[in-house]
């Protein structure tokens, strides 16, 4: 899920990452020695990469997060401030 402003749009960043709401990319790919070495002579910036690293976020959906926790995960999605 793309959230525009990471964490910091969240009421409670820290009720966030306990719910399973994570980035998805810490990094560009182009950090990755074996990507980076295929990437020489080439542009050193990636806005389109450094912008999804940013703000790529993995939302928990598995069969094992309670129906409380599915309420709260939605219900922070809902009150998210972009």
């Known amino acids: 899920m793309r959230l525009p402003r990471g964490l910091a749009g969240f009421e409670n960043p820290q009720?966030?990452?306990?719910?399973?709401i994570l980035p998805s990319h810490p990094s560009i790919l182009a950090v990755i020695p074996q990507v980076r070495a295929r990437l020489d002579?080439?542009?050193?910036?990636?806005?389109?990469?450094?912008?999804l690293s940013?703000?790529?976020f993995t939302v928990p959906t598995h069969s094992l997060l309670t129906e409380r926790e599915r309420r709260e995960v939605t219900g922070m999605l809902q009150r998210y401030r972009a």
């Open 54 to 56: 940013r703000s790529l």
């Open 41 to 51: 002579g080439l542009d050193d910036r990636w806005p389109g990469g450094e912008e």
């Open 15 to 20: 009720q966030a990452l306990r719910l399973g």
